[in-house]
């Protein structure tokens, strides 16, 4: 097979029914012209192609000053940016700021451009949007160059619903990858919850990690919607007030939870430098304390109250009505 050529699966389903699907450890996927799905693209340069690392990780940070990107909205112009863009552009930008960490969004590929990389459809492929693999890898080295600590927004907390481009009803049954219960399906966010129990979607979600750590060099992960996966409710219509009873009970996924562990595991064995951040805000507890006292092993969570009181304060109340005592209560409301 030659390099860049198009390619699908053909599947014998259970049914005796053939389909057409991507496989799901396809590295590179592209939308041919005139089709409306994404089809799998055979990546195999040669080895003088093969981008060649020239910069050190930079050591883990005791503190991360972080700039959030977007690849394909950092360009001023009306069109869908690159990788080479960014490298060359925005990264002298990041630098000059100073900043120390990137975290970067909307990589792993999404066949739903507005989705902002939330509904991923193939998890080992970086989008094809923005380019190729290798320039890629330069835009991390990139940063490296710089001293820049480079973060990945990881999806690991649900899946896109897409059958002829996704992993949704890969083998014709809906419980390949996910449950095949009301359990298998986020209503609010319209995708496939995964089935952490089922030991090959362990090995696919614990290898992805391993991918882009090892293939591409980042520095670590934003695990994004982390409350969605500890709770059989995924949080929702739930104001969390603090009280451990509300952590410790029924409600809570440890499926999920102990998948978070498995992932902290596999990556504080081989890449011990790495970073990690939880986007979650439930305030469960122990979701930053380490392996060894049953926590998840997160280095971070992101406190998303922070940035939501902000909007509220710059949007809708007058400066001199600002109540600093809410403001010190929020900033210091940590578990």
């Known amino acids: 097979m030659d390099h860049q050529q198009s390619n699908m699966l053909l599947l014998e389903t259970s049914d005796g029914e053939l389909v057409d699907r991507i496989c799901p450890w396809s590295r590179y996927v592209q939308r041919p012209e005139k089709a409306n799905v994404y089809h799998g693209v055979f990546y195999n340069l040669s080895e003088d192609q093969i981008y060649k690392f020239k910069y050190p990780q930079p050591k883990k940070r005791d503190r ?25 552009n925005v990264i002298p930008h990041i630098v000059k700021q100073g900043y120390n960490t990137i975290q970067l969004m909307a990589i792993m590929e999404h066949s739903y451009y507005a989705s902002f990389g939330y509904q991923v459809t193939n998890f080992f492929a970086a989008s094809s949007r923005y380019g190729t693999l290798e320039e890629l890898k330069a835009l991390v080295d990139e940063a490296h160059k710089h001293d820049l600590t480079v973060i990945l927004d990881l999806v690991h907390s649900h899946s896109s619903k897409n059958v002829l481009d996704g992993l949704n009803m890969f083998d014709g049954t809906d419980s390949c990858f996910f449950h ?33 750590l090892e293939e591409y060099k980042f520095d670590g992960f934003r695990f994004d919607g982390v409350s969605s996966m500890l709770y059989h409710s995924h949080g929702l219509g739930h104001n969390f007030s603090g009280t451990y009873k509300e952590y410790f009970g029924l409600a809570t996924d440890t499926d999920s939870f102990n998948y978070l562990q498995l992932a902290h595991h596999v990556i504080q064995t081989l890449f011990p430098e790495s970073i990690t951040i939880a986007e979650e805000v439930s305030g469960m507890p ?21 940035p939501d009181l902000w909007i509220k304060f710059f949007r809708d109340i007058r400066d001199e009505d600002w109540e600093m005592g809410h403001i010190t209560w929020v900033l210091t409301n940590r578990r």
Request: with cysteine; aromatic share 16%.
């Open 64 to 88: 991360l000053k972080i700039y959030e990107a977007h690849v394909g909205i950092s360009s001023s112009k009306e069109e869908v940016s690159t990788y080479e863009n960014f490298r060359i």
């Open 180 to 212: 095949d219960s009301p359990r298998g399906y986020h209503m609010l966010w319209d995708s496939r919850c995964f089935n952490y129990l089922a030991r090959e979607v362990m090995r696919f979600l614990l290898s992805n990690i391993r991918y882009w």
């Open 286 to 306: 122990t979701l930053c304390r380490p392996l060894a006292e049953g926590g998840a092993g997160f280095d971070y969570r992101l406190a998303m109250a922070i």
